[in-house]
């Protein structure tokens, strides 16, 4: 970050003026703008940003050369002003968000572009509109699992046997990445969890179960997720067997059973408070749906 020939903490422009661009022509004179701008509010004086100008029309350099196949090179020769936001790689995911919202609310000031946002532009403020309101939903269960807090290792979770893990993300960033049998959940550059998989046969079923609810008798539907003040119980069925992760009887039945917090084994909880639990049911072998349990 420090050393000249490095890119991070810099505006980049490709030459300092465009002849054929009637608006925002003055590449270095905004850049110069933003870079100012931006340096106001440094969280360290050596996160200082610059302008860096690649005289990339000239194409002598590799450098130059290189910058030739850019973005914005492109779109400075086809009539358009365009400039590079680089922030360094030494830096945490919200901080380098933080820099270049900051360099990109004064680009917009500048062009007159009106912009509202509902966050508060800090490191913290980007941190938690990063952690909020975040999930997964598994297609073939139909499952919405929150990703906020999440324990970093969820174990024996049911997977297809074809090994194919089809999703919905809350957001574009988190995606699935799959090692042997770890299913690693991403969010950005960020791992939040490991899927330990236990493999089976999934079947397809839109049904719902008989609970008891703290006292109250309720239909639940498969990937739901129940709340629970005191306990809950799961109705015996004939056409399911039920596991309910982190609890254990010695008859080995978990129906009919009034179910409070204090009897689970924390460790196998959704999420690091021990509040969120997984309800799972199968016909034989067979994988038929998940509910979750939240103790709040």
């Known amino acids: 970050m ?12 490709d030459q300092e003026l465009l002849h054929n661009v009637a608006d925002y022509n003055d590449l270095y004179t905004i850049a110069e703008e933003v870079v100012t701008h931006t340096n106001k509010y440094l969280l360290r004086e050596e996160d200082e940003y610059r302008t860096k100008n690649t005289h990339t029309r000239f194409k002598k350099t590799f450098e130059e050369q290189e910058m030739s196949k850019t973005l914005t090179y492109y779109a400075i020769t086809h009539g358009k002003s365009a ?3 680089e922030t360094s790689k030494s830096l945490p995911t919200n901080e380098r968000i933080y820099y270049k919202l900051l360099s990109l ?13 509902n966050l508060d532009l800090t490191p913290a403020g980007i941190e938690k509109a990063l952690s909020e309101n975040i999930d997964i939903t598994f297609e073939d269960s139909n499952l919405k699992m929150p990703l906020e807090d999440i324990r970093n290792i969820q174990k024996y979770f049911p997977i297809n046997n074809s090994g194919v893990i089809k999703y919905l993300p809350s957001n574009p960033l988190i995606k699935i990445i799959q090692q042997n049998k770890t299913y690693t959940i991403y969010y950005g550059d960020k791992v939040l969890t490991k899927l330990e998989a236990d493999y089976s046969e999934h079947l397809n079923f839109d049904t719902e179960v008989a609970m008891t609810v703290d006292g109250i008798h309720k239909k639940v539907k498969f990937g739901d997720t129940i709340n629970v003040k005191e306990s809950f119980s799961v109705k015996a069925t004939n056409l399911f067997r039920v596991n309910v992760i982190g609890y254990t009887t010695k008859d080995k039945v978990e129906t009919d059973k009034t179910i409070r917090k204090d009897e689970f084994l924390s460790k196998y909880s959704v999420e690091n408070n021990g509040r969120l639990y997984r309800v799972e049911f199968y016909k034989g072998k067979k994988f038929a749906g998940m509910i979750l349990v939240n103790y709040n």
């Open 2 to 13: 420090h050393q000249p020939l490095r890119w991070g903490q810099t505006i980049v422009i």
């Open 83 to 85: 400039f590079g936001h």
């Open 105 to 117: 609310e004064k680009f917009m000031s500048i062009m007159g572009i009106k912009f509202k946002r």
